[in-house]
């Protein structure tokens, strides 16, 4: 039943019980991303009457929300306290002097709060309202660097070190989803305002975009010019989504020309590199690629398990390494998701205070990895054992026994019966209509020459990597 409470002494943790309902239903609704981009920062205030007060740190920000979220948290308190018939936003800033905040903290457990967001702007201006929050948790010390990064992130430092160096304006930075883009970016701007050092503005794409239409119809398009140009480090994440946004385009190329002939620094990050991103201007691309274009690849099973084992390191939680190896053989093409399934792992563990096991990761994350198992056929085990062994597909089910055509189809045999959900005496029929109990023989016996032959177990092992893969 749907409580009412108004702001008098002892309701504030009813208050606050209700405001963390509201933003998880938030959360859920338009993602952890989005919901760290533009909502985490939201401070409970008070209840007066029919009127709930949230905070936020910026102009810009309450602005953003009131216009893209202002009718759906009035509807969500609604629902959960029926006194509220108003949401009203506002700016509040360190050391302003407003009403104290209602503590959220007290109201539910510890592991639902997260860690507050660092603005990104170093100086007290009205470049505060321009740029996007920081997340702390992105530093060069929390980046795991493999092969695949490494260049990119080297070039980071660089930046982060000595902005605006010859060759390195603008950094342009380009991989998949989730391979630590936006980590490199935000690990560069923490850098870079530690101590007041420089300003920066941070910001998405699409932010950008907004910003300007927002500043056009505000006829205030000086002002935004004038914020955007005067910062030292313009950082642009996920540059694709100006494709086809001609105006936009145009008026980030003038400020791009702006700042880099002033000697300011630019970062931009994208799905892909400056020469493949077609639908951007060509005068456009040309000054994007005419500075230093790193790229972040794919990850490897190596890479994943240095992440995953530096994660599960900085949590305390004990995850043995089998779990470690299953998840970074599972969860291949995006970092952002990997390290989200095992922080799931570790809040089931410290929830419930069981250990991790990779029985209950099965369990826990039953859902994530069903939607990255593959199906494997015993025709794709079939070509890629006949292709490791170098022999026709056709010995697969032929009758010949000799030992360089019987051992690797013994192989085929096996991962048929580990990769599919295929009964024996089906496998036996895809195999030249052999019986079943051949097939319980070539599981043995590879089990078996496994668990003696070292070169051969690396041979089996890379093969169901790649099936699974």
Not at 129 to 158: H, W
Not at 159 to 171: C, H, I, R, T
Not at 317 to 331: G, R, T
Not at 442 to 456: G, H, I, K
Request: hydrophobic fraction near 40%.
């Amino acid at each position: 039943m749907t409580e009412t409470v108004s702001c008098t002494t002892g309701t504030e943790p009813v208050l606050a019980s209700q405001w963390v309902k509201v933003r998880e239903r938030l959360r859920v609704e338009v993602g952890d991303v989005e919901y760290r981009t533009w909502l985490q920062q939201i401070v409970l205030g008070p209840l007066e009457e029919d009127e709930i007060t949230l905070f936020l740190p910026t102009r810009f920000l309450r602005d953003w929300v009131r216009g893209q979220y202002g009718d759906r948290l009035q509807e969500l308190w609604r629902n959960e306290n029926r006194a509220v018939h108003h949401v009203e936003l506002q700016v509040q800033r360190v050391g302003d002097a407003l009403a104290a905040p209602v503590a959220v903290e007290a109201a539910v457990p510890a592991v639902e709060i997260e860690a507050p967001v660092a603005q990104v702007a170093s100086v007290q201006d009205a470049r505060h309202d321009l740029a996007a929050p920081l997340d702390p948790r992105f530093t060069f010390d929390s980046f795991v660097v493999g092969k695949p990064n490494e260049f990119a992130y080297a070039c980071a430092r660089r930046v982060a070190e000595k902005p605006s160096s010859p060759g390195f304006n603008p950094l342009f930075l380009y991989g998949g989803v989730g391979l630590g883009k936006t980590h490199l970016m935000h690990a560069i701007g923490s850098e870079l305002t530690s101590g007041g050092r420089v300003s920066v503005a941070y910001m998405s794409a699409e932010k950008f975009m907004y910003r300007f239409i927002a500043a056009i119809r505000s006829q205030s398009t000086m002002e935004f010019k004038e914020q955007l140009r005067s910062v030292d480090v313009l950082m642009i994440d996920d540059l694709q989504f100006l494709i086809g946004k001609d105006n936009t385009q145009e008026e980030f190329f003038h400020t791009f020309n702006a700042l880099v002939d002033a000697g300011r620094q630019i970062v931009v990050s994208a799905d892909k590199s400056p020469s493949d991103l077609s639908g951007l201007e060509d005068r456009l691309r040309t000054r994007l690629g005419c500075g230093m274009v790193a790229d972040i690849h794919a990850t490897t099973f190596e890479l994943r398990i240095s992440i995953l084992e530096a994660k599960a390191l900085a949590s305390g939680v004990a995850v043995p390494a089998k779990v470690l190896e299953f998840l970074a053989h599972k969860i291949t093409s995006n970092v952002r998701e990997l390290e989200g399934a095992l922080n799931r792992l570790i809040a089931h563990a410290n929830l419930f205070g069981r250990s991790v096991t990779l029985e209950s990761t099965q369990d826990v994350l039953h859902d994530i990895l069903k939607a990255h198992d593959r199906r494997v056929t015993i025709e794709e085990i079939q070509r890629k054992v006949s292709e490791h062994w170098n022999i026709r597909l056709t010995d697969m089910s032929s009758a010949r026994r000799a030992r360089a055509v019987a051992r690797p189809r013994q192989v085929a045999m096996y991962l048929a019966k580990q990769l599919t959900s295929r009964s024996l005496p089906e496998i036996g029929r895809k195999f030249g209509n052999r019986d079943h109990t051949t097939v319980m023989h070539a599981v043995s016996r590879v089990q078996e020459l496994m668990e003696r032959d070292v070169a051969f177990a690396e041979d089996v092992e890379l093969l169901r990597r790649m099936l699974e893969g």
